[in-house]
């Protein structure tokens, strides 16, 4: 063959599934308890939910991971999450292989699997999977949803962000969001309908090629924001308490089977007082906290209505495989009293019982960063004990529904399972029910075990027999219907720790503690989950909340003193602005003014509910800083004139000690904390601020602009109040006093997950 003649061209084989390939569509909320879904003995309406499970099976024994950054990892990789680099939260990295807070590469993702078969992959809504340090506009994206196997992502990558003024994410890149509480935005509402555009253009482009989708929406993980009429409607429902709540739903998830006959409830859990012990004010705040978290779930499943309506209109629905779950129980982290806005509490800021009933008609608007406390929590396990983050039924048992109206026959339409089975089970239940060829999966990787045949076949046994459980030292293992877990009171020894027993078969919501007579069997439990925690990463076993956080804020920002901003830059997620919290500041900005009644934002940090901004009012020079909803606002006393003006605003952080030689800080030695602030106009002082209150641990969950305050504003304007002169440049320069409360902001830090 000469050099001139062409060979014959030759085109690689095309990436297929298996024929008759679903598509699959992942419903995954957040901190929902196990009982909280109509068709679990809810009295919400969650219609839609409902509607898939009639059609479909609904599972009694499946467990999660007991967190959100875990679950997710799990059911990503279809392995453990100690396994995959995830052992614990997203937002740090504590340096053992088990717990780097992004998932290893070693371990493919659904989406990164799927697509070696040719799917399409979707992702639409909380990622909560890569470290929060690389989610700013320079990445590194590998961690992101576009680098783990997803070819769209349109949601956030924090725990949790304001539903009505997101820190939304499109691919890789931090955008706004398309509208505002004024203009009836939600975010729920945003991300079914991106969910449904993303189908649109998939049939357009693709009409045979089937897809995955997540969605992940941030339903009903803190805040709980919900449409006001519906918080009004389930504020008259749970006004009946939380006691009668839980009886209520127990006897109709014994009815429904989900729970066998003759369960009875657990003891209200620690500190949870009867609902009649609580004063009337009280039971007004509670149950509208408990109408806004109610109102979320409804809101979201009338909005997965109009997806999966969008699905039967489009004539896909009947090979649509759909499963709608919670990623772990319902949460502990809106305290014994609840909140309006979480905000305040973390920087010194105490909400009272009365402030909370005198504000009780902003709970799940834009004003409001609400969670609910613990006895609404209690009942949403019901019938399980303790929450989210423990390794008891009420972290880790969770509502799991599978549709899938092809394939699920008549027979066992509305049936429920009650095999054991974890999120880590998933993915290869996924993949077995596509079809695909589960030798090349698992060698790719996958630990956990197909539970597909218990679809169809009730008495299908799934060969799984073990699995471990450990979240910040709580440890839990279930083998062969036995469940041995342990509390673990943080900062106590993990030896001291106290190992119950359970019969899960006789004893759906351990009430029966057989350590004493099952002392051998225990011990044999105890064993295996050294074995388990050994092969698994788990070790060492850490319990620190407040410690990590401040170490990995140190090591990534600790050495940072100087920010340096030009107008035109992108969106700043809170993790990689400065980090202003417990230390002397100094904001400075240089601007040129054309007239001496210029308006908008130098640099703003925040949103409604707390945060702080640097602004011109009608020519006057200003400085908000907002705790929880409060303004402290300092002017400068004449506007300023035409022309170039180096401005800034310096934070000077006095502690008063009892010991003033030294730097350690701590509540037995600290007298007071106050902060001395100083407008500056070219040198000179024209305004100052004398305050008790700073950013003690927490600035805000919505991060930072420049020029303008986008969505939720931080200061009393109207967003996005951008500046109206020319704003050449912004400096933030940090002082080396910083002595973070640890422990305060490992709570602070808790209460975001
Ligand atoms: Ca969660
Ligand atoms: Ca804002």
């Not at 673990?488 to 020894?493: D, Q, R, V, W």
Request: hydrophobic letters at 35%.
């Amino acid at each position: 063959m000469s050099r001139y003649d062409s060979p014959a061209p030759n085109w690689p084989a095309k990436l297929t599934p298996p024929s008759g390939s679903p598509n699959v569509l992942l419903v995954m909320l957040d901190d929902v308890g196990f009982s909280d879904f109509g068709c679990y003995g809810s009295e919400i309406d969650t219609p839609t939910i409902d509607g898939l499970a009639d059609k479909g099976v609904r599972y009694s024994g499946f467990h999660t991971t007991a967190m959100c950054s875990t679950t997710r990892a799990a059911l990503l990789t279809g392995r453990n999450h100690h396994a995959v680099g995830v052992g614990c939260l997203a937002n740090f990295d504590s340096g053992f292989p088990g717990y780097r807070g992004k998932i290893s590469h070693d371990a493919p993702t659904i989406a990164e699997t799927l697509r070696t078969q040719g799917y399409r992959n979707y992702m639409v809504g909380k990622w909560h999977v890569t470290p929060l340090t690389e989610t700013g506009p320079t990445g590194p994206f590998d961690g992101w949803p576009l680098g783990r196997g997803f070819d769209r992502f349109y949601g956030f990558m924090d725990a949790e962000t304001d539903q009505y003024s997101p820190e939304l994410v499109m691919d890789n890149s931090h955008i706004e969001a398309p509208g505002t509480f004024e203009s009836g935005y939600h975010l729920t509402e945003d991300l079914f309908e991106h969910a449904i555009r993303n189908i649109r253009d998939h049939i357009a482009a693709l009409p045979t090629t089937p897809w995955f989708m997540m969605i992940t929406p941030g339903a009903c993980h803190a805040p709980h924001q919900a449409p006001k009429d519906l918080v009004d409607k389930y504020q008259s429902v749970f006004s009946k308490g939380w006691d009668t709540t839980r009886e209520d739903r127990l006897a109709r998830q014994i009815k429904l089977g989900i729970t066998p006959e003759g369960t009875e409830l657990p003891s209200r859990n620690d500190r949870v007082q009867p609902w009649i012990a609580h004063s009337e004010e009280e039971q007004q705040v509670f149950g509208r906290l408990a109408g806004a978290y109610a109102g979320m779930l409804e809101h979201t499943d009338t909005h997965l209505g109009r997806l999966v309506n969008f699905l039967t209109e489009a004539n896909i629905v009947e090979n649509t495989l759909i499963l709608v779950l919670s990623d772990n129980g319902a949460s502990q982290e809106g305290g014994p009293n609840g909140f309006l806005n979480a905000m305040g509490p973390f920087n010194g800021r105490r909400e009272s019982m009365e402030e909370k009933f005198q504000k009780i008609e902003e709970i799940g608007g834009p004003k409001s960063h609400s969670n609910f406390p613990w006895g609404w929590a209690m009942a949403s396990n019901t019938p399980l004990k303790r929450y989210k983050q423990n390794t008891h039924g009420g972290g880790i048992r969770d509502p799991l529904v599978i549709s899938w109206p092809e394939k699920i026959s008549s027979v066992n339409e509305g049936a429920v399972r009650h095999q054991f089975c974890h999120v880590s089970d998933l993915a290869p239940t996924i993949f077995e029910l596509i079809g695909l060829d589960m030798e090349s999966v698992t060698d790719s990787g996958t630990t956990g075990v197909s539970f597909a045949s218990t679809i169809n076949n009730s008495g299908a046994v799934t060969g799984k027999t073990t699995q471990y459980f450990e979240m910040f030292g709580h440890r839990g293992i279930i083998h062969e219907d036995w469940k041995a877990v342990a509390y673990h009171e943080p900062g106590t020894a993990f030896e001291d720790d106290i190992w119950e027993l359970y019969d899960l078969s006789n004893d759906f919501n351990e009430l029966s503690d057989l350590s004493e007579p099952e002392a051998l069997r225990l011990e044999k439990l105890k064993d295996l989950w050294w074995t388990e925690a050994e092969s698994n990463q788990v070790l060492p076993l850490d319990d620190r909340f407040g410690p990590r956080f401040a170490e990995n804020a140190e090591r990534h920002r600790g050495g940072r003193t100087n920010y340096s901003f030009w107008p035109g830059m992108g969106h700043l997620p809170s993790d990689v602005a400065p980090d202003l919290r417990s230390r002397s500041y100094t904001i400075s900005a240089t601007v040129e003014l054309k007239s001496d009644f210029e308006n908008g934002v130098l640099i703003a940090h925040g949103d409604a509910t707390g945060g702080y901004s640097f602004y011109f009012e009608d020519g006057f020079l200003c400085h908000d800083m907002n705790i929880g909803g409060d303004h402290e606002i300092v002017k400068s006393a004449e506007p300023l004139s035409v022309g170039r003006h180096d401005v800034s605003f310096q934070m000077k952080r006095i502690i008063e000690t009892t010991d003033p030689n030294s730097r350690v800080y701590s509540q037995q030695n600290v007298i007071s904390v106050k902060g001395e602030a100083s407008l500056i106009v070219d040198g000179a002082v024209v305004g100052t601020l004398h305050t008790d209150r700073m950013f003690f641990l927490m600035v805000s969950w919505s991060g930072l602009d420049i020029g303008f305050d986008r969505g939720s504003p931080v200061g009393t304007y109207e967003a996005p109040f951008n500046f109206t002169a020319k704003l050449i440049h912004v400096t933030v320069d940090l002082e080396d006093d910083q002595e973070l409360d640890y422990e305060g902001v490992g709570k602070t830090e808790m209460a975001r997950e």
